[in-house]
């Protein structure tokens, strides 16, 4: 195997170096040996003959190239107009979106939703607020504003989104300065057939694999039923109400069968599960300010029984719900579609009638 080394910045020894020039250069390393691990993990799985499901954690953000292996960037977060408004994003260009590309001249525009303004419980205030003195990179109360990416650069006494320039300035949309905690429970059973017997795709002999899906009332795109975390609130506990609320209508419901629903909910979320996925969420929400962050859990009933006897519903931020047949044909909200993709990988069900190309050096 090729051996590769780094021509990795120095750190600045310059005088008055302060602790917030520390984490600007630190992160400066970081999306460099990002950017720059392209080459020496494709290498590396051709070598060791892994799969994307043991070399995926390398890579937390979106993957977007041939080889499967992410680059530090971001693209639905640059669509406009932004969701919900007639806000058309400052354009940026793909090599303009890293933080290491100087723009003198870059000019976002700023917005933040009048939902966000009037000071719902789920939102910060505004950083002008005198009473407001939000701390960045750790947990600060009961919200925690630590990234599942590591440290962020806080500039002019703005969290900076680690991803890259998105055009936009302000929450738009989200609540918290910074990372915004989601968790999505994506929810397997496989596909049978009126016997019972699994069904295979045709081609490619993989058995096929379904999942819960929403669509969303706010978009309209089919989507994971996940949501926010509360502050203070564990992801075990998010994931089990966000799945309980959105696909089942748990809050319609009275209080016998909340009470029967819970049993049911807690036999599936007791289970054994698997963490797909930890971090950035490329989302068309996000701005400069403020960006989605997940943990997506795949829970997967292997007989059937379990999700047999929970009837689909939709509910709360839900207009429907239904079981969908997992394929690379599935176009989902935000980056879903990649977290269902590893689910598939990690129970070796199918996913795409192409093989896909082969890294290439």
């Known amino acids: ?68 292996v992410s680059k530090f960037y971001h693209s639905k977060a640059l669509t406009s107009p932004y969701p919900g408004s007639n806000i058309e994003r400052s354009q940026v260009a793909e090599d303009k979106v890293g933080w290491l590309t100087e723009w003198k001249d870059y000019n976002p525009v700023e917005y933040t939703s009048v939902s966000v303004l009037a000071g719902p419980r789920w939102a910060d205030p505004q950083l002008s607020d005198k009473n407001f003195s939000p701390k960045f990179n750790e947990r600060d109360g009961e919200v925690e504003r630590k990234s599942l990416n590591g440290l962020y650069v806080v500039e002019n006494g703005r969290p900076r989104n680690p991803a890259g320039r998105t055009g936009l300035i302000g929450r738009g949309l989200l609540g918290r300065w910074g990372p915004n905690h989601a968790a999505d429970p994506i929810v397997t059973r496989w596909k049978r057939d009126r016997s019972g017997s699994k069904i295979a795709h045709p081609v490619t002999g993989k058995n096929i694999l379904q999942f819960v899906a929403i669509k969303r009332r706010d978009c309209g795109e089919w989507a994971i039923p996940g949501g926010m ?116 990988e990690k129970r070796g069900a199918h996913w795409s009638e192409d093989p896909g190309p082969e890294c290439h050096e």
């Open 1 to 68: 195997m090729r051996k590769y080394t780094f021509p990795l910045p120095l750190l600045s020894k310059k005088a008055g170096f302060r602790e917030h020039d520390a984490v600007l250069e630190v992160n400066r390393v970081l999306q460099y040996l990002t950017v720059t691990a392209h080459e020496c993990c494709c290498q590396l799985r051709k070598s060791c003959n892994l799969s994307p499901t043991h070399w995926s954690h390398l890579h937390s953000l979106k993957m977007s190239n041939s080889c499967g």
């Open 229 to 344: 975390v509360d502050p203070g609130e564990k992801i075990s506990a998010t994931l089990k109400r966000e799945f309980g609320e959105e696909a089942l209508n748990s809050l319609q419901k009275s209080p016998k069968e909340k009470e029967e629903l819970e049993k049911q909910l807690q036999r599936l979320f007791s289970q054994e599960a698997f963490v797909v996925y930890r971090g950035y969420v490329d989302d068309p929400r996000n701005t400069d300010n403020a960006w989605m962050e997940t943990e997506a859990v795949n829970y997967h009933d292997e007989s059937g029984e379990t999700m047999d006897n929970l009837p689909l519903e939709a509910g709360d931020d839900a207009g429907k719900v239904k079981w969908v047949d997992i394929s690379e044909k599935l176009k989902l909200y935000a980056n879903h579609s990649y977290f269902i993709k590893l689910v598939t």
